[in-house]
């Protein structure tokens, strides 16, 4: 079973900046995907960005330009870095993987949601 751990979440102002990581551990399988999701008070759980086993990075419009992924192999970690935050970037953030097991089953696991506040 796979552990996953989040930490870095917190209060900033509006234009600040902050970073999240997630450390999975238990890992037996391969990781392909890791990514980021947030769901903001009475909203559905959205997509922010996820990066693949190749590289390949995808974020929602909303965080372009903004947000950077990045993913550290050797560790199966994940880190979200957030600049020029925004009011509306305020939610639960969640950090998810995709494991591939021995098996060639596919399965998704959930961080413990890190709470982002953004306001002044």
């Known amino acids: 079973q796979v552990q996953l751990v989040e930490s870095g979440g917190g209060l900033v102002q509006p234009g600040g900046s902050l970073r999240l990581s997630c450390a999975a551990s238990?890992?037996?399988?391969?990781?392909?995907?890791m990514g980021w999701y947030r769901q903001a008070p009475g909203k559905e759980r959205e997509l922010v960005a996820y990066?693949?086993?190749?590289?390949?990075?995808k974020y929602a419009d909303s965080v372009k330009g903004r947000f950077t992924i990045s993913r550290d192999y050797a560790k199966n970690t994940v880190s979200l870095q957030m600049n020029s935050l925004k009011p509306e970037d305020t939610a639960v953030y969640y950090c998810?993987?995709?494991?591939?097991?021995?098996?060639?089953?596919?399965?998704?696991?959930w961080g413990q949601g890190s709470q982002v506040t953004v306001s002044s």
């Open positions: 998810n993987v995709h494991l591939v097991t021995r098996t060639f089953e596919t399965i998704f696991y």
């Open positions: 990066i693949i086993d190749s590289g390949i990075t």
């Open positions: 238990r890992v037996i399988g391969s990781i392909t995907n």
